[in-house]
């Protein structure tokens, strides 16, 4: 079954239009050789009785009735009509049945009988009779004479054999011509198919289709957007990435790509024809980086095709990197701080001053283990105390005071929330305290978290400037910085995102008297938002 | 929109211009023509104005009616005419309507008019001049029987008609060879009567109501009636039964309208006729005249006909002569 549809193009086109051409012909010349048949048997009919009619009323014939030999006017007079119309037989004979004109010998009892209609009640009509000349189609007329007595009939034939033969003829000469038309039809089918093949550049119908099924899943596994224009500048593909990039529904498809994307430079590659790599385009707040290539077919550009990525996607990856790095940079600054403890705790033992070296010992190992009591008591999540005692040593060493609120109690936080995660908002959340009281004498930081209830709590306040009321709605948004340097206004934004991420919501508040506050609230369950 | 509210608007107004004429309530809006498809004197014309009298000494018809004698071409020419009129025409009909298309002596059959009333049924008679000496039906048969030509028989208005065609099956019932009868075809019943009386034919069959005229006058003698029974008035005159050829032959005559009549016009005539036909007028204009109440009203009719043709196609087909 396979095999016959995966019969070549040729084939199947040849197939198709002969078949075609076939049915066409074999059905116009059964209908023509019916209508043909049907018209002619009503035409020759007609004509019969026409004929029959024209001889019985010339007076001509009417007065040869009452001569000594009526045949010698009549059977010229028959001959010459009956000649003029084609018939094949005409038959004037009177009432009795007596013949004045020599045609063929029919039987003159069964003639009475034909006749009768016309005899008896002067009757015009046509008649169909089978006899020793095969089928004849008859026109009788009755010879009216005076005082309107019937005084013999004229009868005209028409032979059907003849006639059919004739119809045969024509039906003969209509395949002849035929055959040319069906011959057309096979140079035009080789025409066709050669064509067609040219354009799939000699593929089979079949492996296009495949090679179509092909790229259609190749489209849909890729993470970048793929979008392509023809040489009109309308869109004839947009992969699902693509799409979802940029916002856009299916119905793009062979649209103008002005009005899709009016800020598309793919137009610009399709009168250059020159490719353009690593373009950033912002679209809808996103930041594309863009790749165009013109499509060449025998040097000329016929089409653009253009894929992107996401640039915040990448640069998100970045961030997290970065803040992965930060972390073990805080973890060293912690080290170098400790070492320099025991470099003056060295310096004191050298200098005999124990006393003092024991103050000082005693004085950190007390702020130690309160910061670590509540850290490592009260905060039993791993991750989150892998983070505050980066954050904890960074702040020492800014000259910070960082203070986890001894109200702060966690367990182990559900196996949803990733470390990535609590790294992005925990440790930005308080990088940007600290920069909010770096600049500042007696800079505070406290942190605080809970679990009581259905949601994972942490707050980060700071002692700092505050911000101003009008601002809280576009510090989340990307690319906005308080620190006023370009593309550093990511933080907030990694934050918002990976709260939202977690179905969590973030809060801000800024008190009159200056600070911030940020509270974050994640449901323990990502099931249930808040 | 506006286009579609403006053809509307014209669509209103144009049924409320039409729709007073189209309600047909006030036909007959003109005068009433009947058109008799023959010279004066005759059957067909005898009917149309026995209908004109009795429509208007009784006033069941308003409007005046007049005659219009249209002769010629057994009864075409009149029903040629008849066709490119309106409602207010009508004209007399018989069987010559189907005969002449079955014998293909016109195209027109009674398919191309709207049938109205089938009104009376009369009988057929043979007559021979008062000094022939054929004094009986059977005579007449006899030495037909024995050589068919020896008789010249006239008849109007042409070959095929009802007086014709009940001679034919009576001869063939007698068996007489028909085919070698001397028919001589005249205009009309009038000058078949002439020809009878100047003894340019031996015999000739007409209607009843024709041939009573010059019964009464004593210029005929009647041979036999197509009745089944002796007629009121005629008692003298035997049936073609008595005299041993076993058949009997009605001749009907109607009336139609052109083709195409809406169903308030046909309503209107049903209405007019099958009130006319009650009449004491009507009945004894049914009884000088040898008729018979016949009277069918225009859906019956138009069975009536259908059922007509095909037994007047039998009938001329019907050689008698076997295979």
Redesign the interface.
């Known amino acids: 079954m396979k095999s016959f549809f995966k019969v070549s193009l040729q084939t199947k086109i040849l197939g198709l239009i002969l078949s075609l051409i076939l049915f066409v012909i074999l059905s116009l010349t059964a209908i023509f050789a019916y209508l043909e048949s049907r018209g002619t048997e009503m035409q020759m009919k007609q004509l019969a009785?026409q004929t029959a009619k024209t001889i019985s009323f010339m007076p001509t014939v009417k007065k040869a009735f009452h001569q000594q030999n009526p045949s010698g006017e009549i059977q010229p007079i028959a001959q010459k009509v009956g000649d003029q119309v084609g018939a094949d037989v005409v038959v004037v004979a009177n009432?009795?049945g007596v013949r004045y004109t020599d045609q063929p010998e029919i039987g003159r009892?069964a003639f009475?009988?034909y006749?009768?209609?016309a005899?008896?009640?002067?009757?015009?009509?046509n008649l169909e009779t089978t006899g020793e000349l095969g089928t004849v189609w008859w026109g009788k007329a009755p010879v009216?004479g005076d005082?309107?007595?019937?005084i013999g009939v004229v009868s005209v034939g028409f032979l059907k054999d003849k006639i059919q033969s004739s119809i045969y003829h024509a039906i003969v000469k209509i395949s002849l011509f035929s055959s040319i038309v069906l011959l057309l039809g096979i140079g035009g089918g080789i025409l066709l198919t050669k064509s067609i093949r040219k354009d799939t550049l000699g593929l089979e119908p079949h492996e296009i289709a495949s090679l179509f099924r092909e790229r259609s899943a190749i489209l849909k596994s890729v993470k970048e957007g793929i979008a392509a224009i023809d040489e009109k500048g309308l869109v004839t593909m947009m992969n699902a990435s693509a799409r979802n990039m940029l916002g856009l529904s299916e119905d793009c498809i062979h649209r103008p790509i002005q009005e899709v994307l009016p800020h598309s430079k793919m137009l610009r590659v399709l009168e250059t024809g020159q490719t353009e790599n690593d373009q950033e385009l912002v679209i809808h707040d996103r930041v594309l980086i863009v790749n165009r290539m013109p499509i060449l077919e025998k040097g000329r550009t016929v089409g653009v095709v253009s894929s992107f990525r996401d640039k915040t996607e990448i640069k998100e990856m970045v961030n997290t990197l970065s803040e992965v790095r930060k972390y073990s940079e805080d973890l060293r600054a912690q080290t170098h701080e400790f070492t320099n403890k025991l470099y003056v705790l060295s310096g004191l033992l050298q200098l005999g001053r124990y006393e003092e070296a024991i103050e000082m010992i005693q004085s950190e190992t007390e702020r130690h283990e309160s910061q670590n009591r509540i850290l490592f008591q009260q905060i039993e999540d791993a991750k989150v105390q892998a983070v505050l005692l980066g954050k904890i040593g960074k702040a020492s060493e800014k000259k910070v005071d960082f203070i986890i609120d001894s109200n702060s109690s966690l367990e182990s936080l559900p196996e949803h929330i990733e470390l990535s995660q609590l790294v992005t908002i925990i440790g930005n959340l308080i990088d940007n305290a600290m920069e909010a009281v770096g600049r500042q004498e007696n800079g505070e930081i406290s942190f605080f978290a809970t679990d009581v209830g259905n949601d994972v709590v942490f707050e980060v306040s700071d002692n700092g400037s505050g911000i101003p009321e009008d601002r809280f709605n576009v510090i989340f948004e990307k690319g906005f910085s308080m620190k006023g340097s370009k593309n550093r206004g990511y933080g907030l934004a990694n934050v918002k995102q990976a709260v939202e991420d977690l179905n969590g919501m973030i809060e801000v508040n800024s008190p009159k008297g200056g600070g911030a506050i940020f509270t974050v609230y994640l449901p323990k369950d990502l099931h249930i938002p808040l | 929109m506006k286009k579609f509210l403006l053809a509307a608007s014209l669509l209103l107004t144009l049924t409320a211009c039409t729709s007073p004429n189209a309600g047909g309530s006030s036909f007959p809006v003109k005068n009433i023509e009947f058109v008799a498809p023959a010279s004066p004197g005759g059957g067909w014309d005898t009917t149309a104005r026995a209908m004109q009298k009795t429509l208007d000494d009784e006033g069941i018809v308003k409007k005046p009616i007049n005659i219009v004698n249209k002769p010629g071409g057994s009864g075409e020419v009149g029903w040629k005419y008849l066709k490119n009129k309106d409602a207010h025409t009508l004209a007399v009909n018989s069987s010559l309507l189907i005969?002449n298309n079955?014998?293909?002596?016109s195209d027109l059959t009674y398919d191309d008019f709207t049938p109205i009333a089938i009104l009376a049924t009369e009988w057929e008679a043979v007559v021979v001049p008062k000094d022939s000496d054929i004094e009986k039906a059977e005579d007449l048969m006899t030495k037909l029987k024995k050589d068919p030509k020896s008789l010249k028989l006239g008849v109007a208005p042409?070959?095929?008609n009802d007086d014709?065609?009940s001679f034919?099956q009576a001869a063939k019932t007698y068996g007489v060879e028909?085919?070698?009868?001397?028919?001589?075809?005249?205009e009309s019943g009038g000058d078949v009567a002439t020809a009878l009386l100047g003894n340019h034919i031996d015999a000739a069959t007409m209607s009843v109501s024709e041939a009573k005229e010059q019964y009464k006058a004593g210029k005929v003698k009647i041979l036999a009636v197509s009745s089944k029974e002796r007629l009121e008035g005629l008692e003298k005159v035997p049936t073609w039964k008595e005299e041993g050829v076993d058949m009997s032959f009605p001749h009907w005559r109607g009336i139609m309208g052109p083709p195409d009549m809406s169903e308030e016009e046909i309503a209107f005539w049903d209405e007019k006729i099958s009130e006319m036909v009650k009449t004491e007028a009507w009945k004894e204009i049914l009884q000088n005249n040898e008729w018979e109440a016949y009277y069918k009203n225009s859906s019956e009719t138009k069975k009536f006909l259908q059922e007509q043709n095909e037994m007047y196609k039998d009938l001329?087909?019907d050689?008698g002569?076997t295979?």
Do not use: A, M, W
């Not at chain 1, 005899?119 to 009509?125: K, L, P, Q, R, T």
């Open positions: 009785l009432r009795d009892d009475l009988k006749n009768y209609k005899i008896v009640f002067g009757g015009y009509y009216i005082h309107g007595r019937v | 005969t079955l014998l293909g002596q042409g070959l095929g014709h065609l034919v028909v085919p070698k009868l001397d028919f001589l075809v005249y001329l087909n050689s002569l295979e």
